[in-house]
């Protein structure tokens, strides 16, 4: 079963808007990452943070990360036609595999 | 570049054939992770190799089976495919330090028809 699901499972965007993904999982975990994946090709790390961090940022990216609530989000910025993408978000339960949710679908419109 | 590399990209089987998936982890990476993606889905995983050792296995039957090399490269190899096996195969290196990134290959298209 997949523990991370992301929130929506689609998104539609203007050019320069923001975009909030949001993925909640189950169990306790090591730390969680996020990866895109353009066109049902490989899986581009993103981000990764750990379960004592809160926030972290990359470029135009903002990771949010609340362990009470089992919950994380990505925030891209100032978003391009270029971060046309899904999105997915995996955690690491302190085991050796990373659990995927089943993506969040972003499309930015020119 | 993430330097996984995976081959092929594409392939196509026959139902009940036998396929053999290879994968090139990253220079200094000595664990490799397969995952199957199939289409709209997140990827699943199916097994993990360290020292040319399983170590971790998730919810496929015995016919998925895998090999790891001295130089850490991996195989995974599939009999008696079935139409369901159709997905994107996905290779993930990464150092033995539970708790870093893992960076993936660009995938191996698998049809089954």
């Known amino acids: 079963s997949q523990q991370g699901e992301e929130d929506p499972q689609a998104l539609s965007i203007q050019e320069g808007e923001n975009a909030t993904m949001n993925c909640s999982y189950k169990?306790?975990?090591?730390?969680l990452q996020w990866y895109r994946q353009n066109s049902g090709r490989g899986l581009v790390h993103l981000i990764l943070i750990r379960s004592n961090e809160r926030e972290k940022h990359s470029g135009r990216l903002r990771v949010t990360l609340d362990t009470s609530k089992k919950s994380s989000s990505l925030l891209i910025t100032a978003s391009r036609a270029a971060d046309t993408a899904s999105y997915f978000c995996a955690t690491d339960n302190y085991g050796q595999n990373f659990v995927f949710g089943p993506g969040t679908r972003l499309s930015v419109l020119p | 570049e993430t330097g996984v590399t995976q081959s092929p990209t594409h392939l196509i089987k026959t139902r009940g054939q036998q396929v053999t998936l290879r994968c090139s982890s990253q220079?200094?990476?000595?664990?490799v992770s397969w995952y199957q993606q199939a289409l709209g889905q997140g990827p699943q995983f199916i097994f993990q190799y360290y020292r040319e050792e399983e170590n971790g296995r998730g919810n496929f039957p015995p016919r998925f089976s895998g090999l790891q090399f001295p130089n850490y490269s991996s195989e995974l190899n599939v009999n008696a495919l079935e139409l369901d096996d159709s997905a994107l195969y996905l290779c993930a290196s990464s150092p033995w330090d539970s708790g870093t990134e893992a960076f993936f290959g660009q995938g191996t298209r698998l049809t089954v028809v």
């Open positions: 169990t306790s975990i090591n730390n």
């Open positions: 220079s200094g990476h000595n664990t």
